[in-house]
């Protein structure tokens, strides 16, 4: 079956401006959740839909938003982009609640110049 | 809120030698705990986790509660062991998030 899948793979943007990421969860996963990967944190959640619901969220400023479908695809959003907000973007889906297996993406990897 | 650290952010090893990959978690509770493993140029994926008590690529993880622990360890290291490692803990009440640890690079020397 397909894997979890994420678009656009690489994104450069400029300070200021805001993104849209999107992850295509494997099919019958309806959780899906938000991580930002950088070397010195390793991977920080930002946080959890299920059935179109944010179930959980992270410590990230309010720039930091996301919503899922109805389909279980999710989106996040950054606005007001910061250099600080290059990263690599993961998301990982999940069958049921957060003690299945978490299935990754290979990520967005996001540049602000 | 619970918390996952790995003190380790880099260990080298040489091939054949034992590895042990240190996690520590704080919560009070009953945690289930996971390995996640990102080989270069690959997804993150599962590893194993506490509760089938298996053993997978040569790994095996126990868990000391005693000690909040739940160390990686693994007899003889292989090159293709190379790869960044991540211990992640669930808190098994409510719907809570998965918390990954920082992860260390595991890096087997030839």
């Known amino acids: 079956k397909a894997g979890v899948t994420q678009t656009p793979r690489y994104l450069i943007k400029t300070r200021g401006q805001q993104v849209t990421l999107s992850c295509s969860p494997i099919?019958?996963?309806?959780?899906v959740s938000w991580y930002q990967q950088t070397p010195g944190q390793g991977l920080q959640f930002l946080f959890e839909?299920?059935?179109?619901?944010?179930?959980n969220k992270g410590n990230f400023p309010g720039r930091f938003s996301g919503r899922q479908f109805s389909n279980s695809r999710s989106e996040m959003n950054v606005s007001t982009l910061e250099l600080g907000d290059s990263a690599l973007y993961l998301c990982?889906?999940?069958?049921?609640?957060?003690?299945?297996?978490?299935?990754f993406g290979q990520g967005t990897r996001l540049t602000v110049v | 809120a619970q918390r996952v650290t790995q003190p380790e952010k880099l260990l080298s090893v040489f091939k054949g030698a034992p590895v042990e990959l240190k996690c520590n978690y704080s919560?009070?509770?009953?945690?289930?705990l996971f390995w996640y493993v990102q080989y270069s140029r690959q997804r993150l994926q599962l590893l194993l986790r506490?509760?089938s008590r298996e053993s997978i690529k040569g790994f095996t993880a126990d868990l000391n509660k005693g000690e909040t622990s739940f160390h990686l360890k693994k007899p003889f290291a292989q090159e293709e062991d190379s790869a960044m490692y991540y211990c992640?803990?669930?808190?098994?009440?409510?719907?809570?998030?998965?918390?990954f640890g920082k992860g260390t690079r595991l890096s087997v020397i030839a």
């Open positions: 990982a889906t999940q069958p049921g609640g957060a003690d299945t297996e978490a299935f």
């Open positions: 099919s019958g996963h309806r959780s």
């Open positions: 839909y299920f059935s179109e619901t944010q179930r």
């Open positions: 919560y009070s509770g009953s945690p289930e």
């Open positions: 506490h509760i």
């Open positions: 992640a803990l669930y808190r098994n009440s409510g719907n809570t998030p998965l918390v």
